[in-house]
């Protein structure tokens, strides 16, 4: 009995959800024996499609009508008929039955987990390349992540750029040229299924619903926030684009229109997941684009009357992290120009400045219009957890007289890939300090704070994935004083590093 390459629990609701898979090899058909709760075993059958041109074949089943915030157990098998497919029966008793929990009921809050930065790096010892995975598959498997959000960097395409490069292909390789355009789709659709058949990631992605946006490393290294693009960068981009569309987007609800974003609403949660990379353009000063701007601001607007009582807003790059300007002229002296692009790539950086102006200004003016809800940043990029709280000192952003107007923001980097060492690092503390941040002309301010039992104090310096939690410890529900409960799962660390941040 053959299984897919890769199978992907995405968006789901407490009686509906949605199982992505991948196949190759001819594989053109698909069955999928599955359950909700106590019911009796059910079938779909689907016909795979591949991409134009592409030996990979891609299908999704959706479910509805399942048993309301049960648990789904199933199993995926493929053939190159339908005639070769097993019964039902075979299918649902042949053992290594996969599973997934629907998303809880209403008035109960989701539990978030965050990853990011699935890097591949060589590392001294290759055991523990994948042991975070392994690790979120235990908590997982113990019921304590409802959805989880992958920030960015899912997979690191870099050595694609590199290989075309060493090859002398770049004078040749525009979009207009498909048959390198092929050939160059091909390989991120590859780059893909490695990653992801890993058992460690395989058995997180099978068993948890998923929602994903893409960040440089899913293109290539500091992608838009180079000098110049050449016809080569532009058609890598659109390589990746199209990989990205195939491989994440499909796991993801419906999104904005000329981008990636999008948001979507569940037991009084919104998520508003913004594409900071289709837009993004150093030369002209972009990161969101005019278009997702304004369909943010249409998406916010429809949420005012919602009663939301939590936002999260991701922006795969944090919006608070190093002092921006102190680390480039670091960089700089100390001849590590290739760690530039990071620096560039950061909100904080000048040639962003408006960017960040019009995100902070729209999120705070969001929090006054709608005092019910709490807005909470959440990140990736930097390989390194943080918390932090931002602060402006606009006077229109004040609901009333002694409010204080703050967000809080929470990045979680990365999973796979190493954090800072030696100069690097060393740069990475200097430029964080201990005081208060200025983020936009002495507007907005920004503070990291002290990781309770973190060794390294306000910088978590491990591997690391987060689990956010809105209710209180042990209990359904929310939290009646709206906070928000975050644990770090850290390498080398038995137990969680757990933080509340307070509601204000």
């Not at 909470?376 to 602060?391: E, I, K, P, Q, W």
């Amino acid at each position: 009995m053959s299984r897919p390459l890769i199978t992907t629990v995405g968006c789901c609701s407490s009686t509906t959800a949605r199982i992505s898979i991948t196949a190759k090899n001819g594989l053109t058909h698909a069955r999928l024996a599955f359950r909700s709760g106590e019911g009796a075993f059910q079938e779909r059958t689907l016909r795979l499609c591949p991409p134009t041109g592409s030996s990979f074949l891609l299908g999704s089943f959706e479910l509805e009508g399942l048993a309301a915030s049960s648990t789904v157990e199933y199993a995926v098998a493929i053939s190159a008929s339908e005639e070769g497919l097993p019964s039902l029966q075979e299918l649902s008793c042949a053992g290594g039955l996969s599973r997934f929990r629907l998303l809880p009921p209403p008035g109960q809050p989701l539990r978030i987990g965050l990853v990011s930065c699935n890097g591949c790096y060589t590392v001294n010892e290759p055991s523990r390349r994948h042991a975070m995975w392994k690790r979120l598959g235990e908590v997982v498997a113990a019921g304590e992540v409802d959805l989880l959000i992958h920030l960015g960097d899912q997979i690191y395409a870099d050595h694609i750029r590199e290989a075309w490069q060493r090859a002398g292909l770049d004078d040749c390789l525009t979009p207009q040229n498909e048959e390198l355009m092929q050939r160059l789709r091909e390989s991120f659709r590859a780059v893909y299924c490695e990653t992801w058949q890993r058992p460690e990631i395989a058995a997180v992605l099978g068993s948890v619903p998923s929602l994903m946006m893409w960040d440089d490393h899913d293109i290539f290294d500091g992608w838009g926030s180079h000098d110049e693009v050449s016809p080569a960068d532009r058609a890598f981009f659109e390589a990746a684009r199209t990989a990205f569309s195939e491989f994440q987007q499909r796991l993801n609800p419906p999104g904005f229109s000329d981008s990636f974003g999008f948001g979507w609403v569940s037991n009084g949660l919104g998520v508003l997941v913004l594409d900071g990379r289709s837009h993004r353009n150093w030369k002209e000063q972009t990161i969101i684009g005019r278009k997702q701007w304004a369909e943010i601001d249409a998406w916010l607007e429809t949420q005012l009357g919602a009663g939301l009582k939590r936002l999260f807003v991701v922006t795969g790059v944090p919006p608070l992290h190093a002092k921006v300007a102190a680390a480039s002229k670091i960089l700089e002296r100390l001849g590590l120009t290739s760690f530039l692009g990071d620096v560039r790539d950061s909100w904080m950086e000048p040639n962003n400045a408006e960017e960040l102006r019009k995100l902070l200004n729209r999120l705070f003016d969001f929090r006054k219009r709608s005092p019910v809800t709490e807005v909470t940043l959440v990140g990736g990029d930097v390989h390194v957890g943080t918390t932090a709280r931002l602060r402006s000192r606009m006077p229109s952003h004040k609901r009333n007289d002694s409010d204080q107007p703050e967000l809080t923001q929470v990045v979680s980097s990365g999973i796979g890939s190493e954090p800072p060492t030696g100069l690097i690092r060393k740069v990475v503390e200097l430029g964080v300090g201990s005081e208060s941040v200025d983020m936009y002309q002495d507007l907005f301010h920004g503070r990291l704070l002290e990781l309770p039992g973190n060794p390294d104090g306000r910088l978590l310096f491990r591997r690391n994935f987060a689990v956010l939690d809105l209710g209180p410890s042990g209990k359904a529900g929310w939290d009646p004083d709206r906070n928000l409960r975050v644990r770090y799962y850290a390498e080398g660390l038995e137990r969680p590093i757990e933080q509340t941040l307070l509601a204000l």
